[in-house]
Nanobody, 122 residues
Framework: QVQLVESGGGLVQAGGSLKLSCAAS????????MGWFRQAPGRERAFVAAISWSGHNTNYADSVKGRFTISRDDKDTVYLQMKNLKPDDTAVYYC????????????????WGQGTQVTVSS
């Protein structure tokens, strides 16, 4: 089993920044992908960003390219640095882990965190 715990959400004004963290613990795997997804009220969960286990490969949703950066350290923590936030970025952000190569579909992910709320005011 894998446990994922997100932190760093909150309320920020448009144009501001936040940095989300996701700490993974439990079973380890030789190859896995870490991803961030988000779900706004009344909308389906959507892909935001993902990073391979090596950190060499990343993928971003078009809506966040140039504003969000995903990264990871060597202690099983993945980060999502969010800059120039917009009201449309308001959502619950979920960290997820996939055993295997990088994919962007939420159904491809095996483990999920509980989510952290990000609210961007205009």
């Amino acid at each position: 089993q894998v446990q994922l715990v997100e932190s760093g959400g909150g309320l920020v004004q448009a144009g501001g920044s936040l940095k989300l963290s996701c700490a993974a613990s439990g079973d380890t795997f030789s190859s896995y992908t870490m991803g961030w997804f988000r779900q706004a009220p009344g909308r389906e969960r959507a892909f935001v960003a993902a990073i391979s286990w090596s950190g060499h490969n990343t993928n971003y949703a078009d809506s966040v390219k140039g504003r969000f950066t995903i990264s990871r350290d060597d202690k099983d923590t993945v980060y999502l640095q969010m800059k120039n936030l917009k009201p449309d970025d308001t959502a619950v952000y979920y960290c997820a882990m996939r055993v295997g190569v990088l994919r962007i579909g939420d159904r491809d992910y095996d483990y999920w965190g509980q989510g952290t709320q990000v609210t961007v005011s205009s």
